[in-house]
């Protein structure tokens, strides 16, 4: 009869070049329905194989997904994509150790200490990811990143408080398209800042962006100390392993290249057949059918290490603007997704671990566990007994353990990747199993999985904000007294609601006058005196 080390044993799978391990035991996975499936796997791996080589998997955009080339050049079908690469990693190395040898300086003089990185979605989550994993912070003050991700005027003033002058600072403008609003506003912020400092924006302005997008010209134009490419063919999402995820990494101090070194190993695991040998194919399969093909579960992702606790942060984007879509690619309206959430273990145990367990049944957890306690430390402070013969280290990996049977005990599936430690390779390597799964999957629930067409929406209705507040702020009669938001939607033949929201926003930073906010029906606006 087979035990548990069979049970185990049989739904392991792992690679001694990497050192890590994908447990399935208790992803409540079966042999005859993989068996049944197998042929919708493999011909998932045949997909991914052909986008490896080129093909136009982003038919709407027209567009070839080349993330896999970022790891490993060679593999792409035109040996000039392969050649831009290769340019890529020897401009950052270039760079980097210009700034970290201090040949390259500041216009006073002085070493660069830190970057401002001004991007948002895929332009940011990577680096955020790659900072908070990879930088031991017990090693003195080093080169320091700040993420500018956001048009929140509050959130920029914070971010320019902690940062206090900018003269020794780097600002990374990272935008694939060179044309997202926070990104620019975010960038037209800095440069303010710059001058209110009297610094020169151009002289500390990095450009990591399309070639010829706006943000390219503006740079070049200007003069920049300089400008990374970034290519039509990587999708924000996936672009961490480009010049977005790899300058600000190197500028760190991070083993960049044992990043890519971990994804293409990664990658290498993911081409085995038959799929059910391969970590992608088993990882995509458990989200098919935990969730019915269909995402009715969501995906908890519970790093028992702090340093990954923004994965859930960059897998939500990675998946869930992969995976969300209202049509697949035959036109028909699927409404798919597979939500992510999730923070990191034990604190998660204090959180939503009660509902997971004894609550609404509508997840599977991802656990993340790391076996080396403290790596990548310089110093660290021994072994201090919580018990005897216990460490702090031992409750955590205690807790995973704990946690993990007690949602099996009530059939909730799981599934762990085992790293030894968080190093560049274990993390390019993680990076790369989730972008193969979401291939896999994308193929068996037939979506795109390489554009983002809903985003859009939103986009266009806040410039019709924008432009409405342009015609109210033009019809704003002079005070005293002043219209209600009826008459002056009346006036400019506009819905009376869009006009109070576009006012009451204006009237609470002092932009134009009003008598009182309470009553949306009698509040009368003025012009700011
Ligand atoms: O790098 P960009 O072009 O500024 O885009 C930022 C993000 O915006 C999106 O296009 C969604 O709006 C993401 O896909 C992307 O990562």
């Not at 994509?81 to 300086?105: C, K, M, T």
């Not at 216009?107 to 001004?118: E, K, N, S």
């Not at 694939?176 to 620019?184: A, F, H």
């Amino acid at each position: 009869m087979a035990d548990a080390l069979d049970h185990y044993l049989t739904w392991r799978l792992y690679r001694a070049e990497l050192d890590i391990e994908l447990d399935f035991a208790d992803a409540q996975l079966d042999e005859p329905s993989l068996t049944a499936n197998a042929p919708r796997l493999e011909a998932a791996l045949d997909a991914l194989h052909r986008i490896e080589g080129g093909a136009v998997a982003n038919v709407d955009e027209g567009r070839m997904v080349g993330h896999y080339w970022l790891r490993d050049p060679e593999r792409a079908p035109d040996p000039a994509i392969a050649a831009a690469i290769h340019a890529s990693w020897r401009q950052i190395e270039a760079f980097a150790a210009g700034v970290r040898d201090g040949q390259i300086l500041a216009d006073d003089g002085r070493p660069f200490t830190g970057a401002i990185l001004v991007g948002i979605g895929g332009s940011a989550l990577g680096p955020q990811l790659l900072e908070a994993a990879l930088t031991a912070r017990d090693s003195g003050p080093g080169f320091s990143l700040r993420v500018l991700d956001n048009t929140d005027p509050a959130g920029i003033a914070d971010l320019l408080a902690e940062t206090g002058t900018l003269a020794q600072t780097l600002i990374l403008v990272v935008s694939k398209s060179g044309s997202t609003v926070e990104t620019r506003n975010g960038m037209l912020e800095l440069r303010a800042a710059c001058a209110r400092q009297a610094l020169e924006f151009p002289r500390r302005a990095i450009a990591i962006t399309c070639e010829g997008s706006a943000l390219d010209q503006l740079a070049e134009r200007e003069g920049w100390l300089a400008r990374f490419p970034m290519w039509d063919w990587v999708g924000g999402r996936t672009s961490v392993l480009s010049p977005v995820g790899l300058l600000p990494a190197a500028l760190l101090g991070h083993d960049w290249r044992g990043l890519l070194r971990g994804a293409a190993a990664m990658d290498q695991w993911g081409r085995v057949r038959p799929a059910r040998r391969n970590p992608a194919a088993l990882l995509a399969w458990l989200w098919y059918q935990q969730g019915s093909g269909h995402g009715l579960r969501d995906m908890v992702i519970l790093p028992y290490k702090d340093r990954l606790s923004l994965m859930s942060r960059y897998l939500q984007q990675l998946v869930m603007e992969s995976l969300g879509k209202r049509l697949d690619r035959q036109g028909r309206e699927v409404w798919q997704g597979l939500a992510v959430y999730g923070n990191k273990g034990s604190t998660d145990q204090h959180a939503y671990v009660q509902q997971l367990r004894d609550g609404l049944h509508n997840f599977f957890a991802v656990f993340v566990r790391v076996l080396r306690d403290l790596d990548g430390h310089v110093t660290g402070p021994g072994m201090v007994e919580v018990e005897p013969q216990v460490s702090s280290g031992d409750c955590l990996d205690g807790f995973y353990q704990g946690t993990r049977a007690a949602l099996a005990e009530r059939g909730r599936a799981s599934v762990t990747l085992v790293l030894r430690h968080v190093d560049a390779a274990a993390v390019g390597a993680l990076i790369a199993l989730f972008e193969r799964a979401v291939g896999i999957y994308a193929e068996l629930i037939d979506v795109n999985a390489y554009h983002q067409p809903g985003v859009e929406a939103g986009k266009q209705a806040a410039k019709g904000v924008l432009a409405l507040q342009a015609a109210v702020l033009a019809a704003m009669p002079a005070g005293p007294g002043g219209k209600t938001a009826r008459e002056l939607a009346e006036a400019l033949g506009a819905d009376p609601v869009a006009v109070w929201q576009v006012l009451r926003h204006l009237a609470t930073n002092g932009r134009v006058s009003v008598d009182s906010l309470v009553d949306p029906s009698t509040a009368l606006f003025a012009r700011a005196t």
